[in-house]
């Protein structure tokens, strides 16, 4: 069978994904095999003979010559495919939604089977999230509300879940000043977090490996996490001279009692999944050497089930509190707007730049 647009599209956000680096020979393959099916055969100068990168790559889509733009297309397809399979992703790799990808590699947005998965993929910076990332996955669960998946999941790729607010967030000083970074920074948190607060069908968060900050107070807001048990869930606020957000001021106590919130959300204590699970923070931890598959057969299963259902099901839940959400959502981004202007904050971030400081 000949491989489609979309098979192409998402073989493209699939080689975003390879966990292991293929080398430089199938890169240029890949290279050549992707300009083949999109411009034909190769139709620009020869680059000079010191340009040594360049001339490899134009050898290599030169070598195809007048090869069909199906056929490439195909054995991109199949390259890709085939690197996926030996390249033990942590990732349930799915072909592309009819969507727009957001604007960097750093978020991928996949959709099959009726679940439409949004994976963080900043690895080597532990999936940090950069202001970019917010406004991407403002825009993937604007898609994903629209499209028509039953199920949306939110995951990593690599080692972490997430690392939180990517803390050279805080050193892109605008001409207005810490004052105007600090309200645009409320503003733009206030948005994000109202995205998970009115999510209109049921969003999962599938945590492959541990959680900071950011990343772990909106799990009260989803309505089903599972986790690795290699996961941990830390929210270090009071280190970094910070305050909760993500509703987590509200969904914690709730969910675990007010004193197992404290001690997580001011004194900053890390929770084993397992702790997590035993505190209604996690629905259900896996072994990590079977996590992937065990997850995603479970949620196949679930997104059969007739999605208007569940919608409207989860609305029902989620309808009772919305409103309390948002009022409480509004002022843990006041409060913070505060705190990020305090020395505290500043000595604590400026700390982790100088490297100097870990959790
Ligand atoms: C719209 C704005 C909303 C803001 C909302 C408020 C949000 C609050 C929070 O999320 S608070 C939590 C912030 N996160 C942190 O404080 C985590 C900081 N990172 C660490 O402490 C560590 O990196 C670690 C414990 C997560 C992992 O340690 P380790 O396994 O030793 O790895 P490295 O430290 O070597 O990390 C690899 C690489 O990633 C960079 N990195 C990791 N996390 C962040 C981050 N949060 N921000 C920026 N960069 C991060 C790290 O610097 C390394 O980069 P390098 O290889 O050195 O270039």
């Known amino acids: 069978m000949r491989a489609s647009q979309e098979d192409f599209e998402n073989a493209t956000n699939q080689v975003k994904l390879l966990k292991k680096d293929p080398g430089n020979e199938v890169k240029l393959k890949l290279y050549a095999l992707y300009k083949q099916a999109t411009e034909g055969p190769c139709n620009v100068p020869k680059p000079g003979v010191l340009d040594f990168i360049n001339k490899a790559k134009w ?18 397809v199949d390259l890709v495919s ?4 030996s390249s033990e992703s942590s ?6 939604a009819d969507r727009k990808q957001p604007g960097s590699d750093a978020l991928v947005v996949t959709s099959q089977d009726g679940i439409t998965t949004i994976t963080l993929n900043r690895p080597d910076k532990k999936n940090a999230l950069t202001t970019q990332m917010y406004h991407d996955i403002m825009l993937a669960l604007e898609a994903a509300s629209k499209d028509d998946s039953a199920i949306t999941v939110l995951t990593g790729n690599g080692d972490y879940y997430c690392s939180g607010n990517d803390l050279t967030n ?36 599938v945590v492959n490996g541990p959680a900071v900050g950011i990343s772990v107070t909106i799990l009260g807001l989803f309505d089903i996490v599972y986790a690795t048990d290699r996961a941990t869930f830390h929210t270090p606020f009071s280190h970094l001279g910070q305050s909760p957000e993500g509703c987590s001021s509200y969904t914690f106590p709730k969910i675990m009692g007010p004193s197992k919130a404290t001690e997580m959300l001011v004194f900053g204590k890390k929770l084993t999944a397992r702790e997590a699970c035993t505190q209604g923070l996690v629905t259900e931890v896996f072994p990590d050497s079977t996590f992937q598959k065990e997850v995603w057969v479970r949620l196949k299963a679930y997104s059969k089930l007739p999605p208007n259902a569940m919608r409207i099901s989860k609305q029902v839940i989620r ?3 919305k409103e309390k959400l948002h009022a409480i959502n509004a002022e843990e981004s006041n409060i913070l707007r505060e705190r990020w202007l305090s020395d ?4 604590a971030v400026v700390s982790f730049l100088s490297k100097k400081a870990k959790l």
């Not at 290599?60 to 991109?76: C, F, I, M, V």
């Not at 085939?82 to 399979?85: C, D, K, T």
């Open 59 to 76: 050898d290599a889509w030169n070598a195809l010559g007048s090869l069909p733009k199906e056929t490439a297309r195909h054995n991109y």
């Open 319 to 321: 309808n009772t509190e």
């Open 170 to 205: 805080f050193t892109d000083i605008p001409p207005g000043g810490v004052e105007e970074k600090a309200r645009s920074g409320a503003v733009l948190l206030r948005d994000f977090v109202d995205r998970f607060i009115d999510f209109p069908k049921p969003l999962v968060a």
């Open 344 to 347: 505290e904050c500043m000595n």
């Open 82 to 85: 085939s690197l996926s399979a």
């Open 91 to 96: 990732i349930q790799v799915t072909p592309a």
